[in-house]
């Protein structure tokens, strides 16, 4: 397979350089590390290694510019997020190219992903707009109470490499909106999508030091990530990763209290009742399980479903599922790509096996034995309780493209084994009856909950989890809250004007 520039029609969205105060650079000090293809292994490219005083740079930079950024009127940063959110959709194609290869999810899948990621900047383009304060009614007549929002200040953004551009315009968008610079270390997997985007801003006149993307291997990882959570002129973390990484972090964040938002791992069930639309549910499974290989956050890890229709679900979650095309993700048909690396190919067989030896049974699929791609990834059935909840995928996440299945007898049941994990992100209901879909709902302890549906994500939407699954949100009009702080100022008057009725 060819290197990334020869993948794209623009090849000046390929940059083999990070993005400091508005500027491609290759500090030489830094060294470069190199960007594989995880479907075929192929050399896409190689970025600077930055470390502890590349991040210190960029976050200079970043700071050097919130004054000017701040005081620009709401009308302006939301036609440079405009400017933005349009080339973006213009560049789709590359774009979509670009994260395919290197995260290796199926390229219908990656132009689904660019959309996405643009929606993000779009709806703040318009929020900007709605930054709202509030008088309020003062104590005595001599005081006025005045409330506003203000951004908080630069930002550090860690990214994930199964949502490389997403996440990046779903954490950048709203701030810029709020008047924050970021500094944005990318997954090592994925810096090209980062980087992308960094020159569609760019091109957008998103102003120098605004936006700044630190590129570092996993060797300098931990430094760069240490200097984002305590630098003393960072006022915000936010993270998308595992759980044990956010813990690290908000630990690193505490020592000077900053604000954070952290959107962790999940361990999200599937449940299915015996009222259900038995084929809804299955194509919910479908989209929720497999997408990107199910290398995502919110895909369902264990699949919980009622006595009565387990059997026929899973019959026909089995065909759909010997149905998809595994290979790389830029052939043509291929419905689910590869693992991002070996460690999460073991991972995710070793859950199989785990399953297997709990007495489970292989409807599609098997354990690898030292391959390194499924020809159809593996379904298990489990014909007991004892058995299902002590395999690995009913105790951890296991971020890839297995689903085994438990049977259940009561709503009380379900919603118990659903509820008896840390993590609490999404769910997943399929029910016909009303009364179930809000009993379910309410009772599950997670942060977002699908009814009825296997895509749950949006712009419009709160994105965030319970528990050790994170705090704060992501999108919506709350995820701008996420970005600003509240000032209170209390403004004295004087007196009343004598012969007027005072106020109050």
């Known amino acids: 397979m060819a290197p990334m520039r020869d993948r794209v029609s623009n090849p000046s969205l390929v940059q083999e350089a990070a993005f400091i105060n508005g500027d491609f650079v290759t500090p030489k000090a830094a060294g470069t590390f190199s960007v594989h293809d995880p479907a075929s292994g192929a050399l896409l490219g190689s970025v600077p290694d930055m470390g502890k005083e590349g991040a210190v740079e960029a976050i200079s930079a970043a700071h050097a510019s919130w004054a000017g950024w701040r005081d620009v009127p709401a009308k302006d940063k939301s036609a440079a997020l405009r400017r933005w959110h349009e080339l973006i959709l213009t560049n789709t194609e590359d774009l979509a190219i670009i994260i395919t290869s290197e995260c290796g999810k199926p390229l219908a899948e990656s132009k689904g992903e660019v959309a996405y990621a643009a929606s993000f900047v779009d709806f703040f383009a318009e929020e900007v707009k709605r930054i709202e304060g509030a008088i309020l009614p003062p104590p005595n007549p001599n005081r006025r109470v005045l409330v506003s929002r203000q951004g908080v200040g630069v930002c550090s953004m860690i990214t994930p490499w199964n949502f490389p551009a997403a996440m990046i315009t779903r954490k950048v968008a709203p701030a810029l909106a709020a008047g924050c610079p970021s500094v944005v270390k990318p997954a090592q997997q994925t810096p090209f999508t980062a980087l992308a985007l960094a020159e569609l801003a760019r091109q957008a006149g998103i102003p120098k030091g605004l ?102 679900f899973a019959q026909k979650f089995a065909d759909k599922v010997r149905a998809l095309k595994v290979g790389h993700g830029l052939e043509e048909g291929v419905t689910c790509g590869p693992l991002v690396n070996a460690a999460g190919v073991n991972k995710a067989d070793d859950h199989v096996l785990d399953c297997l030896s709990k007495g489970a049974s292989a409807l599609v699929g098997e354990a690898l034995q030292g391959g390194d791609v499924w020809a159809h990834p593996p379904i298990m059935t489990f014909k007991t309780e004892a058995e299902a909840v002590d395999a690995k995928p009913f105790r951890e996440e296991t971020f890839g493209p297995i689903a085994p299945i438990m049977t259940f007898k009561t709503e009380a049941e379900a919603v118990e084994i659903a509820n008896d994990t840390t993590a609490g992100l999404a769910a997943y209901v399929y029910t016909r009856d009303l009364n179930r879909a809000f009993r379910l709902s309410e009772a599950l302890d997670y942060g977002m909950v699908g009814v009825n549906e296997g895509v749950i994500s949006s712009d419009v939407a709160p994105f965030g989890g319970m528990k050790e699954s994170g705090l704060g949100r992501e999108g919506s009009r709350w995820g701008m809250e996420e970005y600003t702080e509240l000032k209170y100022v209390c403004l004295g008057i004087g007196k009343p004007i004598e012969g007027l009725p005072a106020l109050g």
């Not at 299915?272 to 956050?297: H, Y």
């Open 211 to 312: 936006l700044n993307i630190v590129t570092s291997s996993t060797e300098k990882t931990p430094e760069v990530g240490r200097e984002l959570a305590t630098h003393s002129l960072v006022r915000k973390v936010s993270f998308t990763g595992s759980t044990a990484v956010g813990k690290t972090l908000l630990a690193l964040a505490a020592g000077t209290v900053k604000r954070v938002s952290m959107e962790l791992g999940g361990n999200a069930p599937f449940i299915v009742l015996d009222d259900a639309d038995i084929d809804a549910a299955v194509e919910g499974a479908m989209s929720s399980k497999f997408r990107n290989a199910g290398q995502t956050c919110v895909c369902a890890n264990r699949f919980l479903v009622q006595e009565g229709v387990a059997g026929v």
